[in-house]
């Protein structure tokens, strides 16, 4: 994606951390004839340097068909995002803007076929969302189990690239950042909350 120098971030904690926090993500990949997306909860997981992700997509879907092992695919997290008043600015020479965050990660796609694996990836997004769900899981009936088993696509990515854009208002003077800060802070709107506590973040990290 294109991304300013002052906007980009290339810190890796902070981008697996924001990916963790922000996990609902989209999944774009080329069928034949289109680009095809799918919105879906994924799993971050790293071992050493490497950085994986899984998830899983109803077997319905024909995005996974279209998985090669020679062909990158594309998950796109953005959470969360404001738009931003040029009344906020000190000129009357601005205009209105959008602060967002947006991680872009690359990778191989891997289907994951076993019956083991699917059980794995389920029971590891119970663990990451709900780990209360555990012993609710356990005991549904086994063929309620085997029929959700049998209607999902498992897969995991072997993450090539990421990218990463913080555009939280980084070309702004400092007066107008804690002006927005102080707007965003308190909205009603929890999203632009969490905006304004990222710039906040990012203000400090620049003194």
């Not at 034949?32 to 799993?43: D, E, G, S, V």
């Not at 965050?101 to 891997?110: D, K, L, M, S, T």
């Not at 909205?187 to 506590?197: M, R, S, V, Y």
């Amino acid at each position: 994606m294109y991304t300013p120098k002052h906007f980009e971030e290339k810190d890796r904690v902070k981008l697996v951390q924001f990916m963790k926090q922000y996990s609902f993500a989209a999944i774009v990949n080329k069928t034949k004839k289109r680009y095809w997306a799918t919105h879906i909860p994924f799993l971050v997981d790293q071992n050493n340097d490497q950085i994986y992700l899984r998830a899983h997509m109803a077997k319905a879907n024909p995005q996974w068909v279209n998985f090669k092992e020679d062909e990158e695919v594309l998950v796109i997290f953005q959470e969360p995002h404001a738009y931003i008043s040029p009344e906020l600015y000190d000129t009357k020479v601005s205009v209105p803007t959008w602060n967002y965050i947006a991680v872009h990660v690359y990778g191989i796609p891997e289907i994951l076929s076993s019956r083991e694996d699917k059980i794995r990836i389920l029971e590891d997004s119970f663990a990451e969302f709900q780990p209360s769900y555990q012993k609710q899981w356990e005991v549904l009936p086994e063929k309620y189990r085997e029929d959700l088993l049998n209607g999902i696509t498992a897969f995991k990515i072997k993450v090539t690239e990421i990218e990463g854009k913080f555009k939280l208002s980084q070309n702004r003077s400092e007066n107008e950042r804690t002006n927005i800060i102080s707007h965003l802070s308190t909205d009603t709107e929890k999203i632009k909350n969490d905006i304004a506590l990222y710039m906040s973040r990012t203000k400090q990290q620049d003194k």
